[in-house]
């Protein structure tokens, strides 16, 4: 399969003279900037069945005021949340817990990417869903 | 100044086999344990006019849920965050930026400490404001 | 400008199947997860002149054993660290502070990505130095 | 058990008008300080056979810089490094496989707390192994 590619420089760009490559290479380098920022800010962060609507809120507000982003979902597996039975037991975030997915745009180019645990991988896998010219 | 100390093991506390100290310094232990998190999880998260309500919100509880702790407040300065006029024009969360208070209570005693920037040390200082007996 | 691109599956990526994407936008997208990454890690830590070597040792092997990288260099810039004078002088790693630079390689695409503070934009840009076919 | 405290302000310690403690609670909250945040700092961190030296000994060097440290010792566990066999196939640091005794002095008070995860628990716990009059 072989596509043609363009390079642009969306207007709003004052770094733009400092990337070589096209409009799709750049619109998928932003996302993995921002699903590799968010996964290392939030693994490790203590979830409850009371924050875990904000901590989603956080993430997608943090990651949508980021350079070049349209949309973003974030959503916590709420499977293992539950009451405390004493002080120690209490649950932090994992790689497993994560799905994330972030739509970009620069120029000509969008695409959508996201973080989710696969389970025949055994890796919280980061990956390209689409990439389409608009 | 001289004060008499106690060491008890709270009931809930199956870890208390551990600790070789008086209640009051197992209560500023976890409480320095707390913001020394706190501090590090939240250094250069992303911070906005729309996120930086979650971004307290998931901090007060995310300290709440964790050993022995009492009350949280967690504090935000709002001063710097504006619209954004580029993609490049966001926020991180700094250490002049926030301001925490942490109550923890250990068996007998209770304490109250603080993670605030003081401006004539330039320095985010986390410290105990006050050790009591209950 | 316009270039053709090819999408190839790398036989050492059992995760293959989940990107739809050319090998230039793969090779892109993973050189952006690891400078996220990295960035999020390392901003806040403790650098002095005793551990600036190794924390960039740290950050060098840390990203190489990652999926995809054939290459990294990383730089602490040096200028302020120094002899303490009392406990609370020391400094922790900022954006302004760190030059990485990371090259990919996937299928028959190889990128070289940087992070680097770029002054008149007063930002720590990520960015796509070099895009090529191998 | 009762014992006897003291409060004294170290003369290097130009914050000590904000604490309201004795020497040994701050030594033992300096020493929270640090674990808390050595744990959310290097968890999730990338080791390997190659960087897991550098590592450890960024960890030691960084809290050694750090108010009022006289000591460290930091031990990552190598029982799980191995050679990769895929680009997925590497590590992150979690709390079982870290080890780390900070040694903490304030005044007339010295302290030993340590970060290491108890099995029985199924928890890595930070704790207070003594505190001592010096």
């Known amino acids: 399969m ?12 004052k ?19 921002k699903l590799g920022g968010i996964y290392h800010q939030f693994i490790g962060a203590t979830v409850s069945p009371e924050n875990v609507d904000h901590l989603e809120k956080t993430m997608v507000n943090g990651i ?20 405390k039975r004493d ?17 970009t745009r620069y120029g000509t180019a969008r695409t959508v990417c996201r973080l989710r645990y696969i389970d025949e991988l055994r890796y919280p896998l980061m990956y390209i869903e689409k990439v389409e010219r608009v």
Request: with cysteine; proline share 3%.
């Open 2 to 13: 072989s596509k043609a590619k363009v390079e642009t420089v969306d207007t709003r760009d």
């Open 64 to 83: 949508t005021v980021q350079p070049f982003v349209e949309h973003v979902e974030a959503h916590i597996d709420r499977t293992e949340l539950k009451e």
């Open 15 to 33: 770094a733009g003279e400092f990337f070589k490559c096209t409009d799709e290479e750049r619109a998928v380098f932003e996302a993995g900037i």
């Open 87 to 103: 002080p120690y037991d209490y649950i932090t975030v994992t790689g497993k817990m994560l799905d994330v997915r972030i739509t």
